[in-house]
């Protein structure tokens, strides 16, 4: 009695259902690969599209993945595809049971040897198959599309910032040495220095000429009255070269503090304009990556219609059935003796 409970009737059951009543399950298969740029892999396939300035992207495969596993793909699919023909009584399920039972239809795997992903979908119907895969794929598409648009519009934005700061920055050093040379009555401290060291090195000229001059007659001509006179030349142009040394080094006009101040000015304006014309150049850049498509969803293989159901397999299922059965039954029994054992003793 226990094997007929055990075994023979749950095997009947099991023959009945899937000889009788289990719908035939067709599956269709899709290979794609997600692309881009900059990304780079060492795989035969990575190879061939790195020769066209491309390559595949397992980080953005997997974004793909997790919208093909995703609520919004059960929407975006039965906006096409009659669900009852993808899961049992589909049209009348709640959205949480649709989802978790469309999860059972769909598998997506990435194989990381060539970097390409395999969509499985199984309907009860061949065409139905097929369509889903295909829908999937172009819902796929259109999210790295939709990515590729925000990510290019938020590095022409992020640009276009930097570019703003880049140009308050300049139009203020330029504005600072404006403000320094209204200040002060001067367009370049660092020039009238130059000027004035350029008089006083020819005063000093003028100093030793006279000097020598004199020397000259206080050796021939001790009392000669030209000794005043030289004397004197002497003593103007000693001052005169104290005088322009005083305007470069002390007073509240002195330049050397000037040109200290002014050095900076210039430093921060030439830092400033280094600054804007690489941002200009980034902005560029960023104008003309945003009209490239930077992720590319590439079909390696087109959603394929099955000519024949391939599950359920319904001798292996029966099978299985049986043994899993006999197993139960066996331990069953085991144990059941054991414990008739334990009674007699």
């Known amino acids: 009695m226990g094997f007929v409970l055990v075994v023979a009737i749950p095997t009947l059951v099991a023959a009945v259902y899937f000889l009788f009543f289990a719908r035939p399950v067709?599956?269709?298969?899709a290979k794609f690969v997600v692309r881009s740029h900059n990304d780079r892999t060492p795989s035969a396939l990575g190879v061939a599209l790195q020769s066209v300035g491309l390559s595949?992207?397992?980080?953005?495969?997997?974004?793909?993945?997790?919208?093909?596993?995703?609520?919004?793909?059960?929407?975006?699919?039965?906006?096409?595809?009659?669900?009852?023909?993808?899961?049992?009584?589909?049209?009348?399920?709640?959205?949480?049971?649709?989802?978790?039972?469309?999860?059972?239809?769909?598998?997506?795997?990435?194989?990381?040897?060539?970097?390409?992903s395999t969509l499985r979908v199984r309907a009860y119907?061949?065409?139905?198959?097929?369509a889903t895969a295909d829908a999937l794929l172009d819902?796929?598409?259109?999210?790295?599309?939709?990515?590729n648009v925000r990510s290019n519009a938020q590095a022409v934005h992020e640009a276009q910032e930097t570019l703003s700061l880049a140009e308050l920055e300049s139009a203020k050093a330029r504005s600072a040495i404006a403000n320094f040379r209204s200040a002060n009555r001067t367009i370049d401290p660092g020039r009238i220095a130059t000027e004035a060291s350029q008089v006083i090195g020819a005063l000093m000229t003028a100093l030793a000429?006279?000097?020598?001059?004199?020397?000259?007659?206080?050796?021939?001509?001790?009392?000669?009255?030209?000794?005043?006179?030289?004397?004197?030349?002497?003593?103007?142009?000693?001052?005169?070269?104290?005088?322009?040394?005083?305007?470069?080094?002390?007073?509240?006009?002195?330049?050397?503090?000037?040109?200290?101040?002014?050095?900076?000015?210039?430093?921060?304006r030439e830092i400033s304009e280094k600054a804007l014309t690489a941002a200009?150049?980034?902005?560029?850049?960023?104008?003309?990556?945003?009209?490239?498509q930077r992720l590319y969803l590439e079909r390696v293989v087109e959603p394929d219609r099955p000519d024949k159901a391939t599950l359920p397999r319904r001798g292996l299922s029966l099978l299985l059935t049986l043994l899993t059965c006999l197993m139960i039954y066996g331990i069953g029994t085991l144990i059941w003796s054991g414990v008739r054992e334990h009674r007699q003793v």
Do not use: C, W
């Not at 699919?77 to 059972?104: C, H, W």
């Not at 030209?226 to 005083?246: G, W």
């Not at 200009?280 to 490239?292: F, G, T």
């Open 125 to 130: 119907d061949a065409e139905t198959a097929r």
């Open 209 to 268: 000429e006279a000097r020598a001059e004199r020397a000259q007659v206080a050796s021939q001509a001790p009392a000669s009255p030209q000794l005043a006179t030289l004397d004197a030349k002497v003593s103007a142009i000693e001052s005169q070269i104290r005088i322009e040394r005083n305007k470069v080094v002390r007073g509240p006009d002195a330049l050397t503090p000037q040109i200290n101040a002014y050095e900076e000015l210039v430093l921060t």
């Open 139 to 147: 819902s796929g598409e259109k999210v790295i599309n939709d990515l």
């Open 280 to 292: 200009r150049a980034a902005y560029e850049e960023a104008k003309i990556d945003s009209r490239r």
């Open 26 to 29: 067709f599956v269709s298969e």
């Open 56 to 116: 595949t992207s397992s980080s953005d495969a997997f974004m793909v993945h997790a919208y093909i596993k995703s609520r919004h793909a059960v929407t975006d699919v039965s906006r096409t595809i009659r669900l009852s023909q993808l899961v049992p009584n589909g049209s009348s399920m709640a959205k949480e049971d649709l989802y978790r039972a469309f999860q059972k239809q769909i598998t997506v795997g990435y194989d990381s040897t060539n970097g390409i």
